[in-house]
């Protein structure tokens, strides 16, 4: 029965290497292909003015909200 088991490990240890390499290659494709945006997207736009300060709405990247604030300093 040594030889059997011997060879179910043999054969075991094929396995997990074939899935690990077929894994490493899905995750390089992954990160390799994710996320490429050529042209930036803007995340701050001035919208509106109050006064003499700037109403400017940040889109955070990836989140489905907008944030509103004023910017007051002073442009030199």
């Known amino acids: ?3 059997s088991n011997r060879a179910a490990a043999i054969e ?7 899935v690990i390499l077929v894994m490493g290659i899905f995750f390089g494709f992954i990160l390799t292909l994710g996320e490429f945006d050529p042209k ?12 003499t300060c ?11 909200e907008s ?3 004023l ?3 002073e442009v030199r």
């Open 12 to 18: 075991f240890v094929r396995g997990a290497g074939f």
């Open 54 to 64: 700037a109403v400017v709405k940040y889109n955070p990247k990836n989140r489905a």
């Open 40 to 51: 930036p997207a803007e995340k701050f736009e001035v919208v509106d003015h109050y006064g």
């Open 71 to 73: 910017d007051c300093r």
């Open 67 to 69: 944030v509103f604030f």
């Open 1 to 3: 029965m040594y030889d």
